[in-house]
């Protein structure tokens, strides 16, 4: 059995989930200014402060146009997440489920860590970054662990290796939009090496999307 569930806990959801979204339209990137220092106060009236270009250096230029990346992705996109039960009598020898959505339909399915954070309005001063997609891919093998593959649509193919009568396997998180209002279809099927056939399986996601807008001095009051 192959069901929806709840992103944060082991709750099922059933065979289909609905939610409303936004399609906000953000200002054009050239439109969207840097985001400048602001001039030290000096209350000792001593002239001090720190040079201009140091502070600079201090300052995430590109906060704003930053900022209107996450703003777009978290009106947007929404998680999901799946729970895999063998409600059979005997074990599934090397279980995984292989959805397809098709690519015709606006949608787009990307990992978690493929999708922005909060920006900071200070600069990465050591120009330090982390590897999220590689720490992601290490554990691509284990149960619950989730491949995107992008060709003529999306494949979502969820490993659950072995799985005895009763037991469940609950998924990793990834996200999915639409861009407007439909109903998105998982067609896939699940396989197991002593299944005879693989059983198919199909989910839906009833979307709600409205369309809106963002201004620079909306952005900018964020």
């Known amino acids: 059995m192959v069901e929806f569930a709840d992103t944060e806990r082991e709750l099922r959801l059933g065979h289909s989930t609905s939610w409303t979204a936004e399609n906000c339209t953000m200002p054009k990137k050239s439109t969207i ?74 949608v787009i399915i990307v990992y978690t860590s493929d999708i922005p954070s909060r920006p900071s309005q200070k600069s990465n001063l050591l120009g330090i970054s982390s590897p999220p997609m590689l720490l992601s891919n290490m554990s691509r093998q284990a ?5 995107i593959t992008e060709s003529d649509g999306y494949s979502v193919e969820i490993e659950c290796g072995d799985l005895q009568p009763g037991r ?4 990793e998180v990834v996200y999915v939009c639409s861009k407007e209002s439909q109903t998105i279809t998982f067609r896939g099927a699940v396989f197991a090496d002593n299944l005879p056939k693989p059983r198919n399986v199909e989910l839906c996601i009833n979307t709600t999307i409205d369309a809106t807008a963002l201004s620079v001095t909306q952005l900018l009051s964020l």
């Open 33 to 106: 200014p840097d985001l400048c220092p602001m001039e030290p106060a000096d209350p000792f009236g001593l002239g001090l402060s720190l040079p201009s270009g140091i502070r600079h250096l201090e300052i995430n230029s590109h906060y704003y146009r930053e900022l209107a990346r996450f703003e777009f992705s978290r009106r947007l996109f929404r998680p999901i997440r799946f729970v895999i039960e063998n409600n059979g009598e005997v074990t599934a020898r090397n279980v995984h489920v292989d959805f397809r959505v098709p690519g015709t339909i606006g």
């Open 143 to 147: 149960p619950g662990s989730i491949t």
């Open 168 to 171: 469940k396997v609950w998924s």
